[in-house]
């Protein structure tokens, strides 16, 4: 059994690495500090089954880079667990010119998703992503998916935490008769280090409310239990809390909505990827 892990550098993610280790014959673990993740699983036991990917989701290119890499490696995915995210200013840019919000917490996944379709069919995968209770505050998104138009650090967040779950009730629409899962899940509010790249004032207030929030090991039990649970237990297409499926926001119900956004995915990668050919030329 193979995974692929994002965000295993910190928080939840961290403690997902911890459980879920010794359930797999192989876990790949795409970040953005190789240096930082080579310190950390120095010590871990059965460390022999990781292997570390060089991979950016803030930039396009290097998710194209390190997925190609993983399909080098890699011709069969069981599970994929989409958790790297976190909340930046908004109007924040990444260097390819995309907001920041967007791209590392869902357009870098999206792009990634595709790159390793064909491993996770073939491994009749189930696809994980570590949303947020945060998507219910998420305004109607269509005319600005690109959050180019957006002036709030938590309104970009919240939304790009709705497009994880309509990301992933898309994943089931078109996948489920191919054998594709997807899941959506809401962690908690967890003491990590979640915040740390966020303007100033909405830092300082996480830092504050963290003194209230769950442990990082705990933070981790729904992923985990996804990952673990056999798919007949679950409902593909669900949103998970505390273990449980749960209910999502309206907005994140709208599969018209969905499709939109995955076409609005498509068309920004295909867009990106065309200005990578013809700098390079
Ligand atoms: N903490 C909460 O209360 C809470 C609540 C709801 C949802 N969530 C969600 O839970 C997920 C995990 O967050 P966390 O709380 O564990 O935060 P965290 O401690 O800040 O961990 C975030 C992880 O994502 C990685 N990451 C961030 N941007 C990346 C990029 N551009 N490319 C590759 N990796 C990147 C980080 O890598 P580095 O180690 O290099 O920084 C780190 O490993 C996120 O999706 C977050 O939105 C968290």
Known sequence: MNLVLTGSTSGIGWETLLALLPQFDRVYLPVRNLGKAEKLIQHLPEKEKIVLIYLDLSQMTSVKR????????LDEIHVLINNAGGMYPAGKKSSEGLDLSLCS???GQFLLFQELLPALLKGQAKVIQVSSEAHRIASPPEKDFSLRKSSSTVTSYAKVKLYNILFTNEIKNKYESEGLSAYSLHPGAVRTAFGSEASPWAKGIISFTKLFFISPKEGAATTIFLASTPKANLKNGGYYKNKKLSSTSTLARDSKLGK?????S???IQRIMANRSTNKQ
């Open 266 to 268: 498509l068309a920004e």
């Open 260 to 264: 939109a956004l995955w076409e609005f």
């Open 66 to 73: 390190g997925a190609e890499e993983i399909c080098r490696q």
């Open 105 to 107: 917490n869902h357009l």
